[in-house]
């Protein structure tokens, strides 16, 4: 069972504004057919919650986060 979001209720789970997700994630990291559809060919959209959930963990696992030390040696997060 996948769970459909609008705009409004994903920008509430994600801490985003919906401006925001409209304007700048959708169509970029958020692709129809993947993250979202257009139920009945219409205007409006719902997001499927655990495919971004699960694309948001999995980028966060993927980024190597590197801190380079006075010494010259990196410390990874």
């Not at 769970?3 to 409209?22: K, S, V």
């Not at 692709?31 to 559809?37: Q, R």
């Not at 409006?44 to 010494?71: C, F, N, T, V």
Request: contains cysteine; glycine residues 8%.
């Amino acid at each position: 069972m996948q769970t459909y979001l609008t705009t409004e209720q994903l920008a509430t789970r994600i801490h985003y504004e919906p401006r925001t997700i409209r304007n700048n994630l959708k169509d970029t990291v958020l692709l129809e057919g993947v993250h979202y559809f257009r139920p009945f060919g219409g205007r409006k959209i719902l997001y499927i919650w655990e495919h971004i959930e699960r694309d948001m963990h999995q980028g966060a696992a993927e980024r190597d986060i590197s801190i380079p030390m006075a010494s010259g040696a990196v410390c990874h997060g």
